[in-house]
Every structure is written in structure tokens, then in C-alpha cells.
């Protein structure tokens, strides 16, 4: 089945504690994308790949460090959680992205929460 | 000024009405899309749009470049359509930019 997957789903931790949330898709897509979503403010974008090796900020990339060693891998990393990090996260593929334009596959969502 | 502006923010209706959301930008684009957020969390795709019309079963989306403006449509609506629907689009190749830009969504209620 194609889909993007997000590990893990729910996550209570504490301010300082490093963690990593990852996203896995399996229709070899080369975009791939973190998007944050906050009460009142929608989904914000956090950092984008365009394909292997290359990543981009997006509109709220401080606090978060992302790598994509292999194409079907995007770990979103925040080094150390602060309590406005709390929200839902998403992370996002698609064949192509950014002007080229392409339908997005989500994944189901991290809600993360910082102590 | 938020680049993607969605209105209402908000709309309640009765079940069977027919239902309008609209979306305007300020921005060149490559692409529109429609999403759709159930409570819960989950987001899917519903459309992607660069012009005219598309259709899937009771759901129209349209979209005017000219305008900057489009409209997602829900005829017949039913209790189950009731989610957060939400408007992005992909800044054209001019603007140099990757980014993918929401709206704030519309949250959709409709009533039994």
C-alpha cells in the first residue's frame, strides 16, 4: 500500500531532550516536506527536500534540523525540544514539489507535547 | 496580508445544502490544491488544480488565474463532510521559491 508513515504517532517529552521523528514513504517520491500545525495559524512549513542530499528552510525551520540520506527517508530532529515546539506534526511526499507542482501524500500526524 | 487568504473561516449548514468555499492569492502560481482534515488529524488530497474545473463525485473545484481566486463546491453535503478544508498553492517557477503556501482552512460543519 502507498503510503507515508510518521514515528511515533503521540510523544510526551521534556524541555532539552533531544528526539527525532521519522517519516518514511514508499512510492519513491523525491519531495518530501515538515509541516507544523498550530491552533489559528494552520499548517506552516518547517523544512523541504527536493530530492537526496538537498533540504531547504521553510517558513519556521528554527529549532529543527532535518537530513535525507536516502529518498525515501525525512527524520525531522528537534536537538533541543522547547515547549513552543508543542504541536501536530506532518510530513508530506510527493513525486515532484515547490513550483513544479504535484499531489501530496500526508502522513498521519505526530502530536507532540514539551514539558 | 496572509499570501492565501479562505473564507469563511467558519460554516455551519444543514444537510443537502450546496456548499461554497472559496480561496484567493496574491502570488504567481503553478499549482492549487485542495485538502481536506478530518477530526482526528488525517489529510488528504482531494484536488490539484493549475486551471478550469475538476470534478469527484459531489466535490467541484475551480480555479481563475486571472482572478487568483478558486472555489471548492460541495453539493448534496452530507454529516461526513464535515472536516477542516484547507487551500495551498505552489508558487510559480518566476517566484523562485519552494515553499508550499496554506491557507488557514475552513472548518465545515454540517448538520443532520
Known amino acids: 500500500e502507498a503510503q507515508v508513515t510518521q514515528n511515533p504517532r503521540y510523544l510526551i517529552t521534556v524541555t532539552g531532550k533531544k528526539l527525532t521523528v521519522t517519516c518514511s514513504q514508499n512510492?519513491?517520491?523525491?519531495?518530501m516536506s515538515w509541516y507544523r500545525q498550530d491552533p489559528g495559524l494552520g499548517l506552516r512549513q518547517i523544512y523541504y527536500s527536493m530530492n537526496v542530499e538537498v533540504t531547504d528552510k521553510g517558513d519556521v525551520p528554527e529549532g529543527y534540523k532535518v537530513s535525507r540520506k536516502e529518498k525515501r527517508n525525512f527524520p525531522l530532529i528537534l536537538e533541543s525540544p522547547s515547549p513552543n515546539q508543542t504541536s501536530l506534526y506532518f510530513c508530506?511526499?510527493?513525486?515532484?514539489?515547490?513550483?513544479?507542482?504535484?499531489?501530496?501524500?500526508f502522513g498521519p500526524g505526530t502530536r507532540l507535547t514539551v514539558l | 496580508k496572509n499570501e492565501v487568504e479562505q473564507s469563511p473561516q467558519n460554516l455551519t449548514a444543514q444537510e443537502g445544502e450546496f456548499i461554497t468555499i472559496n480561496c484567493s492569492y496574491s502570488v504567481g502560481i503553478s499549482a492549487l490544491h485542495w485538502l481536506q482534515q478530518h477530526p482526528g488529524g488525517g489529510i488528504v488530497s482531494l484536488f490539484m488544480l493549475s486551471s478550469g474545473k475538476k470534478k469527484h463525485g459531489r466535490l467541484i473545484a475551480t480555479i481563475n488565474i486571472q482572478e487568483k481566486h478558486s472555489s471548492l463546491h460541495i453539493t448534496a453535503s452530507h454529516p461526513r463532510d464535515s472536516a477542516v478544508y484547507i487551500c495551498a498553492v505552489n508558487p510559480s517557477l518566476l517566484n523562485r521559491d519552494d515553499k508550499i503556501i496554506f491557507g488557514k482552512g475552513t472548518r465545515l460543519h454540517i448538520l443532520p
Open positions: 512510492m519513491n517520491h523525491e519531495y
Open positions: 508530506a511526499s510527493s513525486y515532484f514539489g515547490g513550483s513544479y507542482g504535484d499531489e501530496q501524500f
